[in-house]
Protein backbone atom coordinates (compact mmCIF):
# COMPACT_ATOMS: atom_id res chain seq x y z
CA UNK A 1 0.00 0.00 0.00
CA UNK A 2 1.20 3.45 -0.88
CA UNK A 3 0.86 6.13 2.01
CA UNK A 4 -0.93 9.32 1.46
CA UNK A 5 2.70 11.46 1.18
CA UNK A 6 3.67 8.61 -1.31
CA UNK A 7 -0.02 9.75 -3.65
CA UNK A 8 0.91 13.02 -3.40
CA UNK A 9 4.64 12.64 -4.50
CA UNK A 10 3.10 10.70 -7.29
CA UNK A 11 0.41 13.08 -8.06
CA UNK A 12 3.19 16.16 -8.18
CA UNK A 13 5.75 13.85 -10.26
CA UNK A 14 2.24 12.90 -12.85
CA UNK A 15 1.45 16.67 -13.44
CA UNK A 16 5.11 18.31 -13.39
CA UNK A 17 5.93 15.57 -16.26
CA UNK A 18 2.18 15.74 -18.42
CA UNK A 19 2.48 19.16 -19.81
CA UNK A 20 6.08 18.49 -20.82
CA UNK A 21 5.13 15.31 -23.34
CA UNK A 22 5.81 17.16 -26.54
CA UNK A 23 9.54 17.40 -25.14
CA UNK A 24 9.76 14.30 -23.79
CA UNK A 25 9.20 12.60 -26.88
CA UNK A 26 11.91 15.02 -28.49
CA UNK A 27 14.42 13.71 -26.57
CA UNK A 28 13.16 9.98 -26.14
CA UNK A 29 13.59 10.13 -30.29
CA UNK A 30 17.06 11.28 -30.08
CA UNK A 31 18.24 8.20 -27.44
CA UNK A 32 19.56 10.38 -24.91
CA UNK A 33 18.88 8.88 -22.26
CA UNK A 34 22.20 10.39 -20.24
CA UNK A 35 21.74 11.06 -16.53
CA UNK A 36 23.44 13.85 -16.60
CA UNK A 37 22.56 15.12 -19.75
CA UNK A 38 19.23 13.51 -21.57
CA UNK A 39 15.65 12.91 -20.54
CA UNK A 40 16.52 11.71 -16.68
CA UNK A 41 18.03 15.13 -16.38
CA UNK A 42 15.40 16.45 -17.81
CA UNK A 43 12.73 14.42 -15.51
CA UNK A 44 14.97 15.32 -12.54
CA UNK A 45 14.60 19.14 -13.21
CA UNK A 46 10.76 18.70 -13.91
CA UNK A 47 9.97 17.05 -10.68
CA UNK A 48 12.29 19.05 -8.83
CA UNK A 49 10.35 22.17 -10.26
CA UNK A 50 7.17 20.68 -9.30
CA UNK A 51 8.09 19.65 -5.41
CA UNK A 52 9.22 22.76 -5.10
CA UNK A 53 5.84 24.58 -6.18
CA UNK A 54 3.82 22.28 -3.95
CA UNK A 55 5.93 23.56 -1.16
CA UNK A 56 7.84 20.07 0.10
CA UNK A 57 11.47 20.18 1.01
CA UNK A 58 13.44 19.05 -1.89
CA UNK A 59 17.46 18.42 -1.30
CA UNK A 60 20.77 17.33 -3.54
CA UNK A 61 22.53 17.05 -0.56
CA UNK A 62 22.76 13.09 1.24
CA UNK A 63 21.99 11.60 -1.84
CA UNK A 64 24.98 9.36 -2.45
CA UNK A 65 24.69 8.32 1.12
CA UNK A 66 20.78 7.63 0.56
CA UNK A 67 21.38 5.59 -2.87
CA UNK A 68 19.07 8.19 -4.82
CA UNK A 69 18.35 10.84 -6.88
CA UNK A 70 16.45 13.40 -4.80
CA UNK A 71 15.35 13.56 -1.34
CA UNK A 72 11.66 14.85 -0.74
CA UNK A 73 10.50 15.55 2.87
CA UNK A 74 13.19 12.65 4.10
CA UNK A 75 12.59 10.26 1.32
CA UNK A 76 15.01 8.94 -1.13
CA UNK A 77 13.75 8.87 -4.38
CA UNK A 78 15.25 7.36 -7.78
CA UNK A 79 14.13 8.21 -11.09
CA UNK A 80 14.46 6.00 -14.39
CA UNK A 81 13.58 6.85 -17.61
CA UNK A 82 13.43 4.84 -20.80
CA UNK A 83 12.30 5.37 -24.63
CA UNK A 84 11.08 1.19 -25.92
CA UNK A 85 12.64 -1.43 -24.87
CA UNK A 86 15.66 -0.61 -22.52
CA UNK A 87 13.39 -2.03 -19.81
CA UNK A 88 16.45 -3.24 -18.26
CA UNK A 89 17.48 -0.17 -17.52
CA UNK A 90 14.59 0.46 -15.24
CA UNK A 91 14.77 -2.57 -13.14
CA UNK A 92 18.42 -2.41 -12.57
CA UNK A 93 17.45 0.72 -9.79
CA UNK A 94 16.76 -2.20 -7.81
CA UNK A 95 20.27 -4.01 -7.44
CA UNK A 96 21.89 -0.57 -8.10
CA UNK A 97 20.08 1.74 -5.54
CA UNK A 98 18.90 -0.80 -3.34
CA UNK A 99 18.67 1.43 -0.82
CA UNK A 100 16.24 4.09 -2.16
CA UNK A 101 13.02 4.66 -0.41
CA UNK A 102 10.86 5.24 -3.79
CA UNK A 103 11.68 4.62 -7.91
CA UNK A 104 9.64 6.98 -10.34
CA UNK A 105 9.80 5.62 -13.31
CA UNK A 106 8.73 7.12 -16.73
CA UNK A 107 8.30 4.67 -19.70
CA UNK A 108 8.12 5.43 -23.41
CA UNK A 109 6.30 3.15 -25.63
CA UNK A 110 7.96 0.38 -23.52
CA UNK A 111 6.35 -3.19 -22.85
CA UNK A 112 4.13 -2.54 -19.56
CA UNK A 113 3.48 -6.00 -19.26
CA UNK A 114 7.62 -6.62 -18.61
CA UNK A 115 7.69 -3.94 -16.29
CA UNK A 116 5.07 -4.60 -14.35
CA UNK A 117 6.10 -8.57 -14.37
CA UNK A 118 9.78 -6.89 -13.27
CA UNK A 119 8.89 -5.04 -10.56
CA UNK A 120 6.41 -7.83 -9.05
CA UNK A 121 9.05 -10.36 -9.26
CA UNK A 122 11.51 -8.23 -7.74
CA UNK A 123 9.44 -8.18 -4.76
CA UNK A 124 7.76 -4.70 -5.19
CA UNK A 125 4.34 -2.79 -5.81
CA UNK A 126 4.24 -0.20 -8.28
CA UNK A 127 1.13 2.86 -9.30
CA UNK A 128 1.23 3.88 -12.93
CA UNK A 129 -0.90 5.92 -14.69
CA UNK A 130 -0.80 7.07 -18.70
CA UNK A 131 0.72 10.60 -19.51
CA UNK A 132 0.03 10.52 -23.24
CA UNK A 133 -0.71 7.25 -25.51
CA UNK A 134 3.01 7.01 -25.66
CA UNK A 135 4.61 7.86 -22.37
CA UNK A 136 3.65 6.17 -18.59
CA UNK A 137 4.73 6.97 -15.05
CA UNK A 138 5.22 4.74 -12.18
CA UNK A 139 5.66 4.94 -8.60
CA UNK A 140 7.43 1.78 -7.01
CA UNK A 141 8.74 1.02 -3.47
CA UNK A 142 9.05 -2.35 -1.78
CA UNK A 143 6.34 -4.36 -0.55
CA UNK A 144 5.96 -4.38 3.24
CA UNK A 145 6.71 -7.53 5.12
CA UNK A 146 3.46 -8.84 6.99
Not at 61 to 87: A, M, N
Amino acid sequence: MFSKFEHKLFGIAYDALRTHVPTLNRLGKTGCYDAKAGIEKFVEIAFSDGVIQSGLSYSKKGVWERDCDVIVEKIGVELRCIYETEVRHLLEAFIKHKDADLYLFLSGASPKEEIEKGIKEGGFIEKHEQLSPRWMIWLVKRKVKE
